[in-house]
């Protein structure tokens, strides 16, 4: 990915700046374009753990980006708030719409609307594993 070349760039030495806002509102947008559902996360935040939860239960693929192992994390963070309003995580987006955080994913999964919201998305992001894992694709961007 290009983006990810440019940001691995950036951060070879302790003096640089790492991403602009305009890098980091591009890594976002491209993480949310080229994924079904991505979960702006915290290693240590339990309502990011929640939404995690959701969709390992009901069997969904999903990309992650914690943000407390991510060198601009601070910086995506502030450009997440940007774009979605809230500084808070987990920021949650499936199919390119931020549907909010770890309790919105949990509200929209209990009352029946998470699972078609995903299956609007591109075929691959549905796991037809029994056991509701990530299918492999619960990754964090430890660049």
């Known amino acids: 990915m290009k983006i990810e070349e440019t940001y691995l760039m950036g951060n070879f030495t302790s ?16 993480v949310v374009s080229s994924n079904c559902v991505v979960i702006f996360s915290k290693t240590t935040c339990p ?3 929640m939404a995690k ?3 390992n239960e009901i069997g ?15 910086r995506l963070q502030e450009t997440l708030a940007q774009i979605t309003g809230a ?7 499936i199919n390119g719409q931020c549907i909010g ?4 994913t949990k509200q929209l999964h209990q009352q029946g609307k998470l699972l078609p919201l995903i299956e609007q998305c591109r075929p691959c992001c549905l796991s037809t594993s029994p056991e509701g894992s990530a299918n492999g694709q619960y990754q964090s961007n430890q660049l």
Do not use: I, M, W
């Not at 003096?15 to 491209?30: E, I, K, M, R």
């Not at 500084?87 to 987006?93: A, G, I, K, N, S």
């Open 53 to 55: 939860n959701v969709f």
């Open 15 to 30: 003096s640089a700046p790492g991403l602009s806002s305009t890098a980091c509102n591009q890594f976002v947008q491209d």
């Open 101 to 104: 955080g770890g309790s919105d």
């Open 47 to 49: 309502y990011c753990k």
């Open 87 to 93: 500084r808070t995580v987990p920021r949650v987006f």
């Open 60 to 74: 969904a693929t999903y990309k992650v980006v914690e943000l407390d192992e991510h060198n601009d994390g601070r």
